[in-house]
């Protein structure tokens, strides 16, 4: 398998990112909720714990609507997606001393954390949409950390809300690249 069909069926298989980018915006909104409404504490726990079920939970809704949930074997970026996967747990690491240092900058970390985890996305989908959005994660990370961290949640909204969109955009570009390849 070459690695245009390695990216074209990353992108069919898993609609663009959609379902990914779907659990994990509504886990952030969750947690932008709770970190508006409740306590800093309740939306740091929310997200990192629900973060972990982000992969079973994209593996669940794809099963759910009569998808394959995984590349075949002779994709040569059958393990990527779980190796890219596992670098943003064991980076948040990192959020331990920012958060120490200024609560409000939690967020505005984990969006650069999550920019920089997107990167790699765009060579297993072959989608430069992956590009964009990492940049605009990485963007905000830095310009909420810089000039909106008075408050705790604004990094968490932001968040939500690209990848939500983003999903749509992720899952517009799949399914009209499979309706083109189905209509010739």
Known sequence: MDIQDAQRESR????????????????????????????PK???LAIVIAGFFIFPLTQLM???SGRRASLSRE???HWLGMQVALVLPFSMLLLV???LSNLNWF???LLVLLGAHYLPFATL???RMFLFLAGILMAAGVVIAQY????????AWVGGLALFVFAWIGRSIATGEASAASSH
């Open 148 to 155: 909106f961290s008075g408050t705790f949640s604004p990094g």
């Open 42 to 44: 309740a939306s740091i």
């Open 107 to 109: 967020f505005p970390a």
């Open 12 to 39: 069919s298989v898993y609609i663009g990112g959609f379902w990914g980018q779907l659990v994990s915006s509504i886990i952030w909104l969750v947690s932008a909720a709770l970190g508006t409404w409740v306590t």
């Open 97 to 99: 001393p920012v958060g």
């Open 125 to 127: 989908y072959g989608m």
């Open 62 to 64: 794809l099963r759910l």
């Open 75 to 77: 994709n040569p970026f």
